[in-house]
């Protein structure tokens, strides 16, 4: 690629189009992925279906597509950085990658597991948290932690976060050594991932029925692995000529959503139901991000901004917050509630934010090649 192929952001991976610079800054600043206000809404969004069925609410509202939209958010996010990162020095530099999803994911998770371990001491929850769990969790153990006849305790969904770092560790690297590949024949590539998983998934449940297919991350890897197709493939903030999908294609994802979240047989559920969820979602993806008009005000909303910025660490510490507050009984929702975003937001400001300005350093760095 020629400097000036660089300085016009041309497509490296050989699709031939032109890359579109995605948002704030000139050319001295990388893009900016995590403001982009489709971004930002499918982010509260996630997070807020998460917290309203784990209010009680499970029955009625889907936690599950809640930590669905996570993992295609994340796949998305980290392959359109590491897509840009290739695109301007013509390499990916993973150690630098790995420094920032440690400032990232660590501080924010091990003090929320720290206040956890205050509140079992002092019996403000009724959970026995061993070190042997702990040990487990700080590993991104907890979803095969069943396996190893050690259950985790702490009152964390950490299985999700171990899904997501599971992929971290391994995905960086295949993706340099095919970055070389036209987008497409990458896409083509992780498909197929996509559709051993679902085999993966039939063959676990033929075998041992539904079990911990929800948990594991080789069943569930490919809920992650969708969002990076959309990264590599018809990207609607880096391709010129992206696919801008129709109100009908919207409208029929949206039904393939509803038809996944009513059939509820387990056969269904713990195996075809993630591939049709991720199809899907590549659609109402591309619209969100692409949206106009009331699409785009509605999630661009101040709140909704908000609510993502403090989503990471409201994941980590709502479900401790209400084990704290069920005393509390009609009061324990609102009250932990409250508590979980004063958390989230002394977290933000006092960690989270900090450390966001080193990670922006460090991609800066090697976003242009230095």
Not at 11 to 33: F, N
Not at 57 to 79: A, D, E
Request: hydrophobic share 50%; aromatic share 10%.
């Amino acid at each position: 690629m020629t400097n000036a192929e660089k300085t016009l952001g041309m497509d490296v991976l050989g699709t031939g189009a032109p890359v579109r610079r995605a948002a704030t800054g000139g050319p001295d600043r990388p893009l900016s992925i995590s403001r982009i206000p489709g971004i930002d809404g499918l982010r509260a969004l996630a997070i807020l279906i998460v917290m309203v069925s784990h209010a009680g609410l499970g029955r009625y509202v889907p936690g599950g597509f809640g930590v669905t939209i996570f993992f295609f958010l994340s796949g998305y996010l980290i392959t359109t950085l590491l897509r840009m990162e290739y695109g301007r020095s013509g390499r990916i530099n993973l150690p630098a990658f790995y420094m920032r999803r440690v400032l990232r994911i660590l501080p924010p998770l091990y003090l929320t597991m720290t206040l956890v371990v205050v509140l079992a001491l002092t019996a403000v929850i009724d959970t026995r948290v061993t070190p042997l769990n702990l040990v487990t969790d700080a590993l991104f153990l907890t979803n095969y932690a069943g396996l190893l006849g050690l259950p985790s305790t702490t009152p964390i969904p950490l299985w999700s976060l171990d899904v997501e770092e599971h992929f971290y560790m391994l995905f960086p690297a295949c993706f340099a050594a095919l970055a070389m590949w036209r987008g497409s024949r990458i896409a083509r590539t992780l498909g197929a991932i996509c559709l051993l998983t679902l085999l993966i998934r039939i063959a676990t449940f033929a075998a041992i029925g539904e079990g911990e297919i929800y948990y594991w991350s080789h069943t569930r890897i490919d809920s992650i692995i969708f969002g990076a197709v959309l990264a590599v493939w018809q990207n609607p903030m880096l391709d010129e000529d992206a696919w801008r999908p129709r109100p009908w294609h919207v409208a029929l994802a949206l039904l393939v959503i509803a038809l996944t979240l009513a059939l509820r047989a387990p056969a269904f559920r713990e195996t075809l139901r993630y591939t049709l969820q991720g199809g899907a979602l590549f659609v109402l993806f591309s619209a969100a991000i692409q949206a106009r008009g009331p699409v785009a005000r509605l999630l661009a909303q101040r709140w909704l901004r908000v609510v993502a910025l403090f989503s990471y660490t409201l994941y980590l510490v709502h479900m401790p917050m209400l084990e704290a507050m069920r005393p509390l009984g009609l009061w324990s929702v609102p009250v932990a509630y409250v508590l979980a975003f004063a958390w989230a937001a002394g977290m933000y400001a006092c960690v989270e934010r900090p450390l966001a300005r080193r990670r922006q350093r460090s991609l800066r760095k090697v976003v242009q090649g230095a």
